[in-house]
């Protein structure tokens, strides 16, 4: 979201509360299906396209084209964008970003990896809550409900979000798409 006059910043508040009310209340349905995973990557990266070549980042992607996973491709792209969108806004120009699949335990794992200003430890868990901003990202517009939002997505779709960083080196934000659960079962004794 490349925020330009008040009118688009009270649009888009406007759209982020919409989404965190429809979140809470339920009332987002959430269509699981086997889909491309480079695909969705893809549609979250079209949205900070823009962004990241206006402060020349540099946006890498690496995941096999015919990989598919079971996952709601319209929400997962609105997720992974809300993390590219960060990545982007809280890394210094000339920086990188980069997204990276592999298969981890029973789930298949999204690295986004920045090199921007990165996270305290004591701050991992209140990124994902609503309305939490760091002091280090005043300087940058935001209301701080995009990764509430993320967070909720993954989360409906029984997957996870972690985060790991080091100040002033960098952040990976990883999410968890869990594999189809049939697979679980049949290992079962
Ligand atoms: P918006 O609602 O527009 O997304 P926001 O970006 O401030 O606003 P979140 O996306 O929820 O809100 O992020 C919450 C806070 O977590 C940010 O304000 C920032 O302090 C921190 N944060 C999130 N991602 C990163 C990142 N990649 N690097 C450093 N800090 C981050
Ligand atoms: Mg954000």
Redesign the pocket.
Known sequence: ?TMEGPGEKLD?LLQ?LIKMSRLETGTFTIHMEEANLADTIARAMSTVWAKAEEKEIQLLADCDASFTVRHDPKWTAEALG??L???V???PAGGSVSVTVRPWQFYTRVDIT?T????KKE?YN???QRF???E??AA?????????L?NGIITRQKGYISVS?KVEKG?T?SVYLLMCIRILIWCLP
């Open positions: 979201s888009f982020s809300n993390i969108d960060n990545a806004k809280y890394t920045d921007g200003i990165g996270i701050h209140d990124v994902f939490y901003r760091a280090e990202a940058q517009e935001g209301v701080g409900l995009g990764l509430y993320a960083s952040t934000f």
